[in-house]
């Protein structure tokens, strides 16, 4: 027989599931700043006080609802990458990137809580930067890696290369301490530039942003992730019949 203490604990983790649903679906509806636990309590036939055993207040919830999110886009982007070829570097990058954008266009409300505008008075707290970098650490794998396997070049012919400040520099070579070594300063650089650019393309698509402007999306983000790949210095692979970007089925974008 399962235990009294086991019991108590599945059903706490079922609780709690529930109320981080009907809370997603109040995302969905209303937005975050409007998410109220007397409500979610109201919805799943709780007494109001009955909520706070699982959640003392609005900000923790909040708080594990971001974690999901990021766990989930960390999850997709990791599954993507781990069905390459490891030393096919640029079918990686865009694998990744494919994989942000699409786990986005499916789950558009989860997106904007950890994308969109911050919510007024949340503060994250530290638990949530580990989730928050996963995507940026299987992004700079890839980086490291091509640079390793001697796989990572300049896009920049040597006379016209731009020549970084001594602000960008020093900052380079810190982050070369937390998973750029191996790579330049210069290509360090790029690499923010890419992740920015890629969750900018995104957020555009998600929020609307490109309605009556865009009409074959797909194309015009295939064709940015294969320019990020140039920027970012990945050599992209010659095998014939193998294009970068895999077709995937979209969802429709959330205006």
């Not at 108590?8 to 969905?28: F, P």
């Not at 191996?182 to 790029?190: C, G, K, L, M, W």
């Amino acid at each position: 027989m399962p235990s009294t203490t086991g019991l108590r604990a599945r059903v706490r983790a079922e609780l709690m599931q529930e109320i981080k649903d009907e809370a997603r679906r109040q995302l969905a509806e209303e937005g975050a700043s409007s998410l109220s636990l007397r409500a979610i309590a109201r919805h799943l036939d709780m007494v109001s006080s009955g909520i706070y055993r699982y959640f003392k207040s609005r900000d923790q919830l909040l708080t594990a609802l971001i974690v999901d999110a990021y766990e989930a886009l960390g999850a997709a982007v990791e599954e993507a990458d781990g069905r390459c070829e490891r030393t096919d570097f640029a079918r990686r990058w865009s694998a990744c990137c494919h994989a942000v954008r699409d786990w986005a266009l499916a789950h558009p409300y989860e997106y904007a809580l950890i994308y969109g505008s911050p919510v007024p008075g949340y503060h994250a707290p530290e638990e949530t930067i580990s989730p928050a970098s996963r995507v940026a650490v299987a992004l700079v794998a890839i980086i490291h890696e091509a640079a390793v396997a001697g796989k990572l070049r300049s896009p920049f012919v040597a006379d016209i290369s731009p020549k970084l400040s001594e602000s960008a520099a020093a900052e380079a070579g810190r982050l070369q301490a937390i998973g750029f070594n191996e790579v330049s300063h210069d290509a360090v650089i790029r690499a923010i530039t890419a992740w920015t650019q890629l969750f900018g393309a995104v957020n555009f698509e998600v929020f609307g942003r490109l309605t009556d402007i865009v009409e074959d999306l797909d194309a015009v983000f295939d064709q940015s992730v294969r320019d990020m790949t140039a920027f970012v210095g990945i050599v992209e692979s010659t095998r014939a019949g193998a294009p970068i970007a895999s077709p995937t089925t979209r969802q429709p974008s959330a205006g």
